[in-house]
Every structure is written in structure tokens, then in C-alpha cells.
């Protein structure tokens, strides 16, 4: 095997690549070019090894895999950790005897039996006559489809949600939300009254609003949320931050629905506690209750007759 690989110049004027964002291209070029790549286009790569090699945690891995899986360029088998690179075999020529046999000793070692029947696929595709006679290659032809299928499907599942809650988050959530059937009615219902209640109490929905209502809406129900807005609202501070502020100290408690406030309230006042920062009713101070306890005679106005009855008394001082 070369220790180098070709990138041919049009690479940067290829129609696909010209949509890519710069991280992909990045990353297409790091799937051609690692010290992993074989002569097949296919090779052992675990995803560990890309995240040392290209500086990306494992997320951002497992994003631009499914990424260039859903764009059909690569196919990338978790069991083995092999990837194939579906085009690789139509730039790389295999018409010389001495690379048909590289690729046939290669194919050989390969672990994914299905990787190795979508290659002897693509050959056939492109012309390339391998001997496949000694290459064990999946008995069942319907387990690859079985596999890449359900994949494809999973995939476009994602993809629906999040296009749903990119436009829901640009206040275009009525009219999605007919034409997303991969997200469930109960799910849509939820965020809908979540955005209502929030225009009737708060204010509009931007972009910002609109996501950060998404996650809300993941974390707890509805009646908490309008709790939250209740008491927000009660305070003459009904905005986003004080309401998150007010979320946040319930996330920390473990509060996810009204039952579960309720509870936390009664655990604090059995234990003699003022309850939080957002409780409604205030406890009274100590000197409150002291002035409650007094006679209040002693601060009303004296009459005038008790006004003059003083005056002598003063005069009798004098004398």
C-alpha cells in the first residue's frame, strides 16, 4: 500500500463538495487521506481513532458519520468499525493486475461481510472483474439491505425532528406540524400550549425563545411551566431569564412536574422551613408579630379634652 493517496484538483469544484460546510470537507478529505485508507476503500477505523487524528470529540464523530452515510458517500459498520467509501473504487483505478490482487488479498481481511458484498456491488457497477471465489461474502442478500435500511430510516427520522424544531423555532410551528408524522401528536400538543401560554404571559417567540421552549418542554410538564410563570408573574418580574431562573432551582431539586413541587413544599414546611426564593406567601418577621400583639390604643390620637388635661399638668410643674 502507497504511503501517500492523489486528491485530484477538481475535488474543489465538485458539485458535492461545493455544499459542503468546511468541516465536512475536512472531514471528506481526512476519510481519503488517513493512514488507515486501504487500496478497496475499505478499512478498519474506530471512531477513537479519528477523534485523536482529526481533534473532534466523539459527537461531532458520530455527527459526520451519519452525515456522510445520509449524504450515501460512506458506510460505516459500528460491529467491525470499518468504513467503506462508496466511490472510492470509481477514482482509484483497478484495472492492473498487480492492484486486483492487493484488493483481493485485502478483501479477504475484511470483517464486515456485508461492507464486502456492497463493494463486489460497486465493482460490478464500474466494470472491475475481482475474484470474489475465495472472499466470504454475506449468504443472506437481504442483510446488508436489512441493516443499511434501518439505518437510512432512523436517520431520516432525526433529520424530520430537527427540521421540525428548526422551523417551530421560527414561529412556524402550526404549519409544521401537520406535515411531521415522525414526531407524535402528544409531543406537537405539548409544545404548542408551551408557546401559547408563553405569547399570552411573556411576550413573542424569537428563534432563541422558540429553542430554548423545546428543551423546557422535554424537561417538565405543562403545569409546572405555568407555575413557573404564575409566580414569575406574581414577583412583577414575568420575563425568559427570571422564568429559567426559577426552572433552573427546580431542575437542581429534582422538580419535574407540579406533584413533585408539591411535595418539596410540604417536606420544607414539616421541617419548619421557609419555602425557596419563589414562594408567594412571605413569613412575617419577628417584630411583625410583636406590634400585632399590642394595643393599638397606644397610637391612636389624643382627644382634646385629654390634650388640655395635659396642659395643666405641665402649668402645675411650672408653679
Known sequence: MAIYRHIHIDYWQDGFVLDLTPEEKYFYIYLMTNSKTSQSGIYELPKRIIETETGYNRETVEKLIDRFEGYKKIVYCDETKEIFLKNWIKHNKANSPKV????????????????VELFLNECNKHGYSIDSLSIPVAEDESSFKKHYGEKEKE???????EKYKEKDASLNLNSQSESCDDVSSEYVGDIKKFKVLYEQNVGLINPIVGEWLFEVCESIDYE???RAIEIATDKGKCN???????L???????????????AYE???KNRGDSYGRYKNEHTKSKYAKVFENEDEGLYRKPTDEEVREFKRELESFKE
Open 100 to 115: 486486483k490482487k492487493c484488493i483481493e488479498k485485502e478483501i479477504g481481511n475484511i470483517k464486515s461481510s456485508f461492507l
Open 155 to 161: 436517520k431520516q427520522k432525526e433529520e424530520e425532528k
Open 224 to 226: 409546572l411551566f405555568k
Open 240 to 246: 425568559k431569564g427570571y422564568i429559567n431562573g426559577i
Open 248 to 262: 433552573k432551582q427546580w431542575n437542581d431539586n429534582n422538580i419535574k412536574c407540579l406533584s413533585d413541587l408539591k
Open 266 to 268: 410540604v417536606a420544607f
